[in-house]
């Protein structure tokens, strides 16, 4: 497999060349252009039990599309729901974690699973779910806004808003806070809960927060 990441960061297109019979697994809804010999199968990834959870607390589609290239191989395109950016993992074995939404396709042997992020990931305002991604191949993550990575030492602290995580290694611990002591700040500074991750591990953030869009979609159709 091949592939290209057109018109970064702001509306990024994955152009994916794939070789003849290689295939390449995606959420259902993110195909947006494909040869005309490219086959196409829709199924439940993992069995009808993982799907159905996956698809209610995780946020995934229940059906998942595999796409086979034909005898000349053939090429596939990809868009994620929000205007941003596509970014690309290499899985050798490792684990991702990312907010549910965030994953687009991918193309290997990857597993995704549904893992409960939290108690406090209610109160933050995002998914209490995170999707758990494991195997070998690539696996291609979208992000509202640009993407900025962030690699954490042992021991080294960062703080994200919850809003603007799109996933992390599982090496990275995790806890879901206040932005500071005190109520005052969470409710007057304009900063919902933040996650104070400790390394070693990368961490991948999004410039925009995909609430601020609701928020501004809310307020228009109330006017």
Same mark, same amino acid.
């Given at each position: 497999?091949?592939?290209?990441?057109?018109?970064?960061?702001?509306?990024?297109?994955?152009? &994916?060349?794939?070789?003849?019979?290689?295939?390449?697994?995606?959420? !259902?809804?993110?195909?947006?252009?494909?040869?005309?010999?490219?086959?196409?199968?829709?199924?439940?990834?993992?069995?009808?039990?993982?799907?159905?959870?996956?698809?209610?607390?995780?946020?995934?589609?229940?059906?998942?599309?595999?796409?086979?290239?034909?005898?000349?191989?053939?090429?596939?395109?990809?868009?994620?729901?929000?205007?941003?950016?596509?970014?690309?993992?290499?899985?050798?074995?490792?684990?991702?974690?990312?907010?549910?939404?965030?994953?687009?396709?991918? !193309?290997?042997?990857?597993?995704?699973?549904?893992?409960?992020g939290g108690g406090k990931m209610f109160f933050s305002g995002e998914s209490l779910f995170l999707l758990k991604i494991h195997g070998h191949g690539d696996v291609f993550l979208s992000a509202y806004g640009? &993407?900025?990575? &962030?690699?954490?030492?042992?021991?080294?602290?960062?703080?994200?808003?919850?809003?603007?995580?799109?996933?992390?290694?599982?090496?990275?611990?995790?806890? &879901?806070?206040?932005?500071?002591?005190?109520?005052?700040?969470?409710?007057?500074?304009?900063?919902?809960?933040?996650?104070?991750?400790?390394?070693?591990?990368?961490?991948?953030?999004?410039?925009?927060?995909? !609430?601020?869009?609701?928020?501004?979609?809310?307020? !228009?159709s109330n006017r």
């Amino acid at each position: 497999m091949q592939y290209d990441l057109l018109y970064r960061p702001n509306f990024t297109l994955a152009k &994916v060349m794939l070789e003849p019979a290689e295939e390449v697994t995606a959420e !259902a809804g993110a195909m947006v252009t494909m040869s005309a010999d490219m086959e196409m199968k829709t199924k439940s990834r993992g069995g009808i039990g993982k799907a159905l959870f996956r698809s209610m607390a995780g946020g995934e589609s229940f059906f998942q599309n595999t796409f086979t290239a034909g005898p000349q191989g053939g090429e596939v395109t990809f868009a994620p729901n929000f205007a941003g950016d596509i970014i690309q993992l290499q899985m050798a074995g490792n684990t991702i974690m990312s907010q549910s939404g965030a994953y687009i396709f991918d !193309a290997g042997e990857i597993e995704i699973d549904t893992k409960f992020g939290g108690g406090k990931m209610f109160f933050s305002g995002e998914s209490l779910f995170l999707l758990k991604i494991h195997g070998h191949g690539d696996v291609f993550l979208s992000a509202y806004g640009a &993407v900025h990575m &962030v690699e954490l030492g042992e021991g080294q602290e960062y703080v994200v808003d919850t809003g603007h995580i799109v996933a992390f290694d599982e090496s990275c611990d995790f806890k &879901v806070s206040k932005p500071s002591k005190g109520f005052k700040s969470l409710f007057f500074s304009g900063e919902g809960f933040v996650c104070r991750f400790s390394g070693p591990g990368r961490v991948w953030v999004q410039t925009r927060n995909p !609430a601020w869009l609701y928020q501004m979609m809310a307020q !228009a159709s109330n006017r």
